[in-house]
């Protein structure tokens, strides 16, 4: 094409973005920013869930030191997260699910007894990878309801509850891999009933997190993946109000938003997190966690 060709033609383009309408030029403008506030892509995604405390027990505590000075300073900040309800179990059921399946208490229910879609029943559908790691499991597998000498307790499991995730991919902890590269697309890590702070302190959960969980942490921020934190439940006193911190690659240090959300909210960004075009329960109706994404 002449070079005399291609002047002209730039001029008819330029031509036709002046006869638009306001309205749509400035649609197309924004187009650019609105890409950019999307979800990231990461390749791993390991949840921990911890007990109990609310937003203000644990945000700024001197008790919490990895989770504020290392996790909230360096990732994003949830202020205005929530649980949905208590006790435990059902918010478990709701972050898994968003749904609690009618379980509304902490009662043992019979394995397996719902077929209703999970985040993990979702995963495998998709072709994607789930795994679930639980502190005080007897063994990879095990419906055990409790088991004191490990401090184990499944209703922090919500796993078990469905038929259509394979007991196979709930390991222990022990289960848990040194090479991070072959953990599934998304895991849940659960402490158990002391680690998670139900039994035992703030400082006792922190120190937990940072042993276990701190190596994979550092190393998630530069291999395109995330470690998120949070809590079922408050204690009863701060209306439900709950710390959730997110930590890793694509997740702008020092970052914060005051958008509510809920276990809801967070069930819907994992799924979008790791590509899914299916969403669980009340996660269809739900928001992806905005405003902490670099």
């Known amino acids: 094409m002449s070079l005399l060709s291609r002047i002209k033609r730039s001029r008819q383009a330029l031509g036709l973005v002046a006869a638009l309408p306001a309205a749509l030029v400035g649609v197309w403008a924004a187009a650019p920013a609105a890409q950019a506030a999307a979800l990231p892509t990461p390749d791993h995604v390991v949840v921990v869930v911890f007990e109990n405390h609310s937003y203000e027990q644990v945000i700024g505590s001197s008790s919490a030191p990895y989770l504020n000075n290392t996790l909230k300073a360096g990732g994003g900040n949830l202020t205005n997260a929530y649980g ?26 019979i394995p397996q007894f719902s077929s209703a879609a999970n985040l993990g029943s979702e995963l ?141 909210d967070t069930l819907r960004t994992l799924e979008d997190l790791a590509g899914l075009t299916s969403h669980a329960g009340a996660a269809a109706g739900a928001s992806d966690i905005s405003g902490i994404w670099n």
């Not at 435990?88 to 749904?99: A, E, M, V």
């Not at 959960?205 to 550092?218: E, F, I, Q, V």
């Open 84 to 109: 949905v309800t208590h006790p435990s179990q059902p918010n478990y059921l709701d972050l898994f699910s968003g749904n609690n399946q009618g379980v509304t208490t902490d009662n043992c229910y």
């Open 124 to 264: 495998i559908a998709a072709g994607r990878t789930w795994g679930s790691y639980n502190e005080g499991l007897p063994s990879a597998g095990s419906t055990v309801c409790t088991n004191s000498a490990t401090k184990y307790a499944r209703k922090h499991n919500p796993w078990f509850a469905f038929s259509n995730v394979p007991l196979s991919t709930a390991h222990t902890v022990a289960q848990f891999p040194t090479d991070y590269t072959t953990l599934p697309k998304v895991s849940f890590v659960i402490p158990n009933l002391c680690d998670d702070m139900h039994d035992c302190s703030i400082t006792t959960g922190d120190t937990w997190l940072k042993n276990n969980l701190g190596a994979y942490a550092s190393w998630a921020q530069t291999h395109n993946s995330i470690l998120a934190v949070t809590f079922d439940e408050d204690d009863s006193s701060h209306s439900n109000h709950i710390a959730t911190v997110l930590y890793g690659a694509h997740v702008a240090p020092g970052s914060s938003t005051s958008t509510h959300y809920t276990h809801y």
